[in-house]
């Protein structure tokens, strides 16, 4: 039988176009590399899209090529993002905070044959350059600069090579399979694997990642996105922006909590979205600043677990609601979000704020299972733990350049994290598998421990790691860093701890740093930890 409707394919194209059609004047605010502020909105954003994609060709860089960015959030990236995927190209964004070789290996992996970078990232690409197999071409993200020329003599400016090219050129009409952006996870053992996403795959990601129960980005809204446009597509937020037409301001290198605050005061900051280690720079800043932030309404935290203590902060101080997601640079990354159901809204605020702490529920387009180690479904009750595994309309089905699938016999994606799902559906993330503590056979979880610790008025970040034991093999030991000037000693801490858990999950010790060693993506190293203090018991 044959449909009556139309089939238009899901290109990336169709957003940016959406977006310079409907929402031309709308601004997308830039903070550059150099500090200073650049003002465009959708309809330049898209002609230098177009334009780019002429120079692309122009240059003769393969139809199908991968392109490298090594960039900050701010409008370059931004025209790379859609200009390059538009053409049919790869977008791959190279996290810089991963080690020079892992980046060494990935551009050589994905057979890169351009690099976009910006003036921070000029020592490193100089570094890495002469081991890149496969790049014909390093463009640098701005205006001829002669200190960039010395250290990379071929390179080519980009706003250069835009002011001689035409916005009359046309997109090519692509198949809606058609790769469009790969992403690296970081992961802490082996070489980094690559997910390759396609036009489809992000476009349906767009419109069921932002549902009212999802981001809810509309146009009304002016969006912070902190989360790097280089950690898994800045979670999807740059597609969704050209497909509601918002305010976007993009941070540019400025991550630190006084930076955040002037943008968002400055700018009207409705939406932010980032890690909570973003959040706490930002809420210190809060506190020695004084400001209120008036224009923020919602912040979405994921990546790592959303401490209760922040969300307290957030909502009681600033009437801000912090929306916990989960995801994974294999579901693209938008997996679960925190919205509430109808009957939750009568609920005590304790229970109500209970609900909200847990990572959410599945978006339309994902779904989840918990399964035993002998892959043997676990019931969803709220309490049973199991491996969290999904499946969905955008969820990887085997790395880039693999040569099996990343799927159970049945087509599941393993997530690696140990979770448990109530009747609801909502999902609380319980550990990473790996992370977990074993002690004399009884599993205890990281995550619950860092959570307590956290909701210490003196603790500003805390970790919980395996420590080698004599007798029960493994027992927990917490990694703490105070808040500046507080005191806290090891007793004080190891009591909080009671009537918060069982006595035996109770940490042996507690180490007070600096500092936690963080990851190319915010989180906190545990492997590096578990190297370190692995033995501070034995
Ligand atoms: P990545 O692919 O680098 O984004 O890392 C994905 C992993 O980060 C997930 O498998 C989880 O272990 C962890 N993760 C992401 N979001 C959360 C969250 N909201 N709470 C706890 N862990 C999270």
């Given at each position: 039988m044959q449909s009556s409707m139309m089939s238009m394919p899901l290109t990336i194209s169709s957003l940016i176009e959406h977006a310079a059609r409907y929402h031309g004047e709308t601004e997308v605010i830039s903070v550059e590399t150099d500090g200073t502020v650049a003002t465009s909105n959708w309809s330049r954003i898209e002609s230098d899209a177009r334009k780019l994609s002429a120079v692309l060709s122009s240059l003769h860089v393969s139809s199908d090529a991968c392109c490298a960015t090594v960039a900050w959030n701010n409008k370059r990236h931004l025209q790379i993002y859609f200009g390059v995927a538009a053409g049919g190209r790869v977008c791959h964004t190279i996290n810089p905070r991963l080690f020079p070789e892992q980046i060494e290996y990935i551009v050589n992996h994905a057979a890169d044959e351009v690099v976009f970078f910006d003036k921070t990232f000029t020592p490193l690409v100089r570094a890495l350059k002469d081991k890149l197999q496969t790049v014909k071409h390093y463009i640098f993200m701005g205006e001829s600069d002669d200190e960039v020329k010395t250290a990379i003599p071929e390179v080519l400016f980009y706003d250069e090579l835009l002011a001689s090219a035409s916005d009359d050129y046309i997109w090519p009409a692509l198949d809606e399979n058609t790769p469009s952006s790969l992403c690296y996870t970081s992961g802490t053992t082996g070489h980094p694997k690559g997910v390759l996403y396609t036009h489809r795959t992000t476009v349906l990601h767009s419109i069921g990642g932002n549902q009212p129960d999802g981001l809810a980005i509309s146009a009304k809204d002016t969006v912070?996105?902190?989360?790097?446009?280089?950690?898994?597509?800045?979670?999807?937020v740059p597609y969704i922006a050209a497909a509601v037409g918002c305010r976007m301001v993009l941070p540019g290198p400025g991550l630190d909590g006084d930076s955040l605050v002037r943008l968002i005061d400055g700018y009207g900051v409705s939406l932010a979205l980032g890690v909570p280690t973003i959040w706490i720079g930002l809420l210190a800043a809060l506190e020695k600043t004084?400001?209120?932030?008036?224009?923020?309404?919602r912040t979405v935290v994921g990546g790592s677990a959303l401490p209760t203590s922040m969300l307290q902060d957030f909502r009681d101080n600033y009437q801000v609601d912090s929306i916990h997601a989960w995801g994974m640079t294999e579901t693209s990354p938008l997996g679960t979000i925190n919205q509430p159901l109808?009957?939750?809204?009568?609920?005590?605020e304790a229970e109500y704020e209970h609900v909200r702490l847990g990572q959410g529920r599945p978006l339309y387009g994902i779904e989840l299972r918990l399964v035993d180690d002998d892959g043997v479904q676990v019931a969803e009750d709220g309490e049973s733990h199991g491996r969290l595994q999904t499946r969905g309309l955008w969820v990887v089905s085997q790395y880039y350049k693999a040569s099996e699938s990343a799927l159970s016999e049945d087509g599941w994606f393993d997530t690696g994290d140990v979770a448990t799902i109530d009747n609801d559906g909502y999902l609380i993330i319980r550990d990473r598998s790996k992370d977990m503590i074993k002690s004399g056979g009884e599993w205890i979880s990281s995550v619950e421990l860092e959570n307590i610790a956290m909701s210490h008025p003196s603790i500003a970040q805390a970790a919980a790691i395996a420590a080698a034991h004599k007798q029960w093999d493994e027992r927990p030991v917490m990694i703490v860093v105070r808040h500046e000037n507080a005191e806290l000693r090891e007793d004080e801490l190891l009591q909080f701890f009671d009537n918060k858990i069982a006595s035996w999950q109770k940490p042996d010790a507690v180490i007070f740093v600096d500092a936690l060693p963080l990851g190319g993506t915010g989180k906190v190293l545990k492997t590096r930890l578990r190297e370190q203090y692995g033995r501070h018991l034995l």
């Open positions: 912070l996105p902190v989360v790097p446009m280089f950690h898994v597509n800045a979670w999807g004084g400001s209120k932030v008036p224009s923020l309404k109808f009957k939750h809204l009568e609920l005590p």
